[in-house]
Every structure is written in structure tokens, then in C-alpha cells.
T-cell receptor, first 112, second 111 residues
Framework: GEDVEQSLFLSVREGDSSVINCTYT??????LYWYKQEPGAGLQLLTY?????DMKQDQRLTVLLNKKDKHLSLRIADTQTGDSAIYFC????????????FGKGTKLSVKP | DAGVIQSPRHEVTEMGQEVTLRCKPI?????LFWYRQTMMRGLELLIY????????DSGMPEDRFSAKMPNASFSTLKIQPSEPRDSAVYFC?????????FGPGTRLTVT
């Protein structure tokens, strides 16, 4: 079945790069997403990548996709304290009619 | 655009009462999703609609939960009767093409 796995916690120092990793199981995934959730808020769509791409860059964010290993990562350059949040990976598959399957989220803590 | 709008933002009710959560999707979006988020279970999809038609309600936990989408700009999620284990944050999201956007959520506490 479909499943998305993420590590639960990541701690980095301000100014360093953060790399949040995700694995998924469904090889028919069409799009893969990264969402950010700050305390008390909804999920904010950060970026997404189509499954025939292997990289996408958007300002400080870089998404890498290894389709063979079903591995997705989100790199945040020059991490700031405002980046502290929970980051969710999600996949959309052909058979899902657009429904997203979410991981449990990675809590990023940025220390000054 | 104001984004996905949910009301109320917070709801505290007593066990056994009926609770109605409301959602206004982003104009022009043709899919709407209801999710529940708890510490224990994470983010769970309850039900979703395409063009106002319910497509998959397999995530609705029990018959006490029901959802409607009478038109393209409004949806409700109703819990009757509510129980303490229903306490969670309920999110509505709407989608256009490949982008899904979430509302701010309703924090429900059932005592």
C-alpha cells in the first residue's frame, strides 16, 4: 500500500543547511510535495516536484528526487529561526484522484 | 484571494453535543478535503469531494461523522453526538490542478 516515511526530528544551528528526508513506497507517484506547519497554523504548501524531474530549486529551497530509491529530500540553505516548524512530505498517485498521502512530519528546530 | 476559510477557529463543547465545522474553499477550486490532526495519529484524511460529489469517505471514523458540500463554495463537517476522543484539529483543504491549499484549522475540544 501507499506509505510515506520521515524522521521525526532534526536540529540544526542558524546559518547551517537543513536536509529533511522522506521515503515513499508507491512507484506510481506523480507529484511529491513539501508542506510547512508552524505552531497553531495550517499546512503551507512550500514546493512540489513532478516525478519525471530530479531536482527543483526555489530560492533557499532545493528538492531532490531519487525515483529509483523512492527518496525525496528538502534542503533549506542558510536556515533561520523562522524556519523552525514541522515539515510534511506528501505524495499524489495516479490512482488517488489527487488525494495526498502524508508522512508524519519532521520537526525542525533551529538553534541560534 | 483570502485562502481557505474555516469557522469556528476554536470550539469547546460537552460530550454528546452536536458540532458543525464549516469551510469555504478557494474560489475556482474543484476539490475539497477534510482532515483531522492529532498527536497520536498525525494527519488523517476523513473525506474528499470532487465537483461537490463525495469521492472517498473511507476515512470517516464512525457514523457519528457526516460531511456535505451543497455547493462549490461551502462544506460542513458534522459530529453528532461528539465524544472526548474527537478532540483534534480539523483542517479543510481545497485543490486546483496539482496544488492543494489548507485552511487554518478548527481546534475542537470535547469535554
Amino acid at each position: 500500500g501507499e506509505d510515506v516515511e520521515q524522521s521525526l526530528f532534526l536540529s540544526v544551528r542558524e546559518g547551517d543547511s537543513s536536509v529533511i528526508n522522506c521515503t515513499y513506497t508507491d512507484s506510481s507517484s506523480t507529484y511529491l510535495y513539501w508542506y510547512k506547519q508552524e505552531p497553531g497554523a495550517g499546512l503551507q504548501l512550500l514546493t512540489y516536484i513532478f516525478s519525471n524531474m530530479d531536482m527543483k530549486q526555489d530560492q533557499r529551497l532545493t528538492v531532490l528526487l531519487n525515483k529509483k530509491d523512492k527518496h525525496l529530500s528538502l534542503r533549506i540553505a542558510d536556515t533561520q529561526t523562522g524556519d523552525s516548524a514541522i515539515y510534511f512530505c506528501a505524495e499524489s498517485t495516479r490512482g488517488s484522484q489527487g488525494n495526498l498521502i502524508f508522512g508524519k512530519g519532521t520537526k525542525l528546530s533551529v538553534k541560534p | 484571494d483570502a485562502g481557505v476559510i474555516q469557522s469556528p477557529r476554536h470550539e469547546v463543547t460537552e460530550m454528546g453535543q452536536e458540532v458543525t465545522l464549516r469551510c469555504k474553499p478557494i474560489s475556482g477550486h474543484n476539490s475539497l478535503f477534510w482532515y483531522r490532526q492529532t498527536m497520536m495519529r498525525g494527519l488523517e484524511l476523513l473525506i474528499y469531494f470532487n465537483n461537490n460529489v463525495p469521492i472517498d469517505d473511507s476515512g470517516m471514523p464512525e457514523d457519528r461523522f457526516s460531511a456535505k458540500m451543497p455547493n462549490a463554495s461551502f462544506s460542513t463537517l458534522k459530529i453528532q453526538p461528539s465524544e472526548p476522543r474527537d478532540s483534534a484539529v480539523y483542517f479543510c483543504a481545497s485543490r486546483y490542478r496539482d496544488e492543494q491549499y489548507f485552511g487554518p484549522g478548527t481546534r475542537l475540544t470535547v469535554t
